[in-house]
């Protein structure tokens, strides 16, 4: 009891540093006290619990080398995004990259990529110079798959959720775990990875796809449980031709897109706000969906991600990557892989 009571007013002491006197707590961050209660209070936050006191002694200096990290980073100013001491903070950047653990995204390289696109004649011109799907009702709240690598299925769900929406006028929850549990007997396996174009031919074999209140999500696993599947249905899905983000932008502009990038960098691993922009991988390891583009104020061309590590991460639980840089593969290799269901 005197443990938590500690956690949690430790927890409003690290809340008056990050608010307010940034000189003070910069000169102040570094002192081992001080630190040592900047990760307390960080694992009350985030209820991290630690088998003993060798694990939380390893863990601490883990978290301090990655608050360092955050901190110098910030400090550069010449960056157009800025890190956080998100849910990750305790973890080395090799965990982070290696496990599948809140990715979950399997790269298949003899995947053959489906031809038809209906986008392909829509005037790049006439497009919008800012889309974003959430002001037209045809996004759900971020969600967070926790420690289940089925990234591939919360993609899957955002852009279906986009499409049924557009298409039947009801934004309706869609259930991950539905295809977690029953997606299994093809390349996707649940918590183990998956590929979001499996997924919506699971969805169209399925006949729908259920709600979410109907097969509440468990981050884990489970026995496949037959339901109504007439939630949502589709009818198909398109992949949108590989490295071309001009391409994208005329699928984005009219539905949200699935996208497979590399969320194995420091950078994502500990992204707060702003347009990620800069020098990231191409080995794709997580899914997350496109749900619209827009320019800042700055003149940064930038792509709007919903991800999938709940709202605490980054902005809301968003994203915004740079849009059009010089390499086809696109940040983080956003524009290799996307792909969108129709109906
Ligand atoms: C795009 O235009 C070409 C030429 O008119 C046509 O052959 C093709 O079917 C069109 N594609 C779509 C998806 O409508």
Excluded at 18 to 46: F, K
Excluded at 80 to 109: C, S
Excluded at 114 to 133: H, I, K, Q
């Amino acid at each position: 009891m005197a443990i938590v009571h500690k956690a949690s007013l430790l927890a409003i002491i690290g809340c008056l540093c990050l608010c307010g006197a940034a000189i003070a707590a910069r000169e102040l961050n570094h002192d081992l006290p001080t630190m040592v209660a900047r990760h307390e209070s960080w694992m009350a936050q985030y209820g991290r619990m630690y088998k003993d006191a060798a694990e939380k002694a390893q863990r601490f200096e883990v978290f301090k080398a990655n608050v360092a990290f955050i901190e110098a980073f910030n400090a550069a100013g010449d960056n157009k995004f800025w890190l956080g001491v998100n849910q990750f903070a305790d973890i080395t950047n090799d965990e982070f990259r290696t496990t599948k653990t809140n990715k979950g995204y399997k790269a298949n390289p003899v995947r053959v990529r489906s031809t038809g696109f209906r986008y392909e004649n829509v005037s790049f011109d006439a497009l919008p110079a800012t889309v974003d799907w959430r002001a037209k009702g045809a996004v759900t709240p971020v969600k967070d798959q926790g420690q289940c690598g089925c990234c591939w299925a919360f993609s899957a769900v955002a852009a279906t959720e986009g499409i049924v929406k557009l298409k039947t006028g009801t934004l309706v929850s869609l259930a991950e775990q539905e295809l977690v549990d029953c997606d299994v007997h093809g390349e996707d396996q649940g918590c183990e990875g998956g590929l979001m174009d499996d997924a919506f031919k699971f969805i169209i074999k399925n006949g729908g796809l259920t709600k979410e209140s109907s097969y509440p999500y468990t981050a884990s696993d489970g026995k496949c449980k037959s339901g109504s599947n007439s939630a949502a249905t589709i009818t198909g899905y398109e992949d949108v031709p590989a490295n071309n983000e001009a391409d994208l932008m005329k699928v984005v502009a009219n539905q949200p897109v699935s996208v497979a990038v590399d969320g194995g960098d420091m950078t994502f691993q500990f992204y707060s706000g702003g347009v990620m922009t800069g020098s990231c991988g191409t080995d794709l390891d997580h899914g997350i969906a496109a749900i619209g583009y827009g320019k800042t104020s700055d003149g940064t061309s930038y792509w709007l991600m919903k991800n999938s590590w709940g709202a605490s991460w980054g902005e809301d639980g968003y994203l915004r990557m740079e849009k059009d840089i010089a390499d086809k593969k696109g940040m983080c290799g956003l524009a290799m892989e996307p792909s969108y269901p129709t109906k």
